[in-house]
């Protein structure tokens, strides 16, 4: 099985950069997949990474090594509306696509 | 393009009823089908996954069941509700996984249901 682990909570101002780690056990490994969940809603897409090294998706990016069992998601030109909780998640190499999720991380972003 | 429907958005119930969630996905043919719960302020929890019609992996014991009756149908039941149901559900489709194929694929959420128990 997979165990995830993320910060509860990070806070940080409007304008600046917030970096949330994830790192993970996993008995095999499929890819990490980074979400993020507005209060009340569902989780949406943000990355994927399969191999190690840093995926730039506009004011977004994920890095990922796998040898240390490592990931963060950077947050660049921090926006009100990036405040939420941030969802690490694992797909393991036995199971038919299903992820193990972190209990997520909740940026607040401040004025 | 693909969109997933799940309903209602809200529910409330008393304990021991029964409970029926619909989740639907359209524009795409044998996704792989889950159903999460989230807990206030926790992750999710995967309840069930299917990875065709009438294939129901359960991964959690307790007294809720699943079953897809059609490729792109997924529905939540529960017999007799206890009070530990409540929380926000949420299906989720991906792209059917083989031999390593589309492994780069996510899990796209429907809106959820918030289900209360009285």
């Known amino acids: 099985g997979q165990n995830i682990d993320q910060p509860t909570e990070m806070t940080a101002t409007e304008g600046a950069i917030v970096q949330i780690n994830c790192t993970y056990q996993t008995s095999g490994f499929n890819g990490l997949f980074w979400y993020q969940q507005h209060a009340g809603e569902a989780p949406t897409f943000l990355s994927y990474?399969?191999?190690?090294g840093l995926e730039e998706k506009g004011r977004f990016s994920s890095f990922l090594s796998r040898s240390k069992g490592y990931s963060y998601l950077l947050l660049k030109e921090l926006q009100m509306k990036d405040s939420a909780s941030y969802l690490c998640a694992v797909r393991g190499k036995d199971s038919w696509g299903k992820f193990q999720f972190g209990a997520g991380t909740q940026v607040v972003v401040t004025p | 393009s693909q969109t997933i429907h799940q309903w209602p958005a809200t529910l409330v119930q008393p304990v021991g009823s029964p409970l029926s969630l619909e989740c639907t996905v359209e524009g795409t043919s044998n996704p792989n089908l889950y159903w999460y719960r989230q807990a206030a302020g926790r992750g999710l929890q995967l309840l069930f996954y299917s990875v065709g019609i009438g294939q129901i992996s359960s991964e959690v014991p307790q007294n809720l069941s699943a079953s897809r009756p059609q490729d792109r149908q997924f529905i939540l039941s529960s017999k007799k509700l206890l009070l530990s149901d409540s929380g926000f559900y949420l299906c989720?489709?991906?792209?059917?996984?083989?031999?390593?194929?589309?492994?780069?694929?996510?899990?796209?959420f429907g809106d959820g249901t918030r289900l209360s128990i009285l």
């Open positions: 989720a489709w991906s792209v059917s996984i083989g031999g390593g194929v589309y492994s780069n694929q996510p899990q796209h």
């Open positions: 990474n399969v191999l190690d």
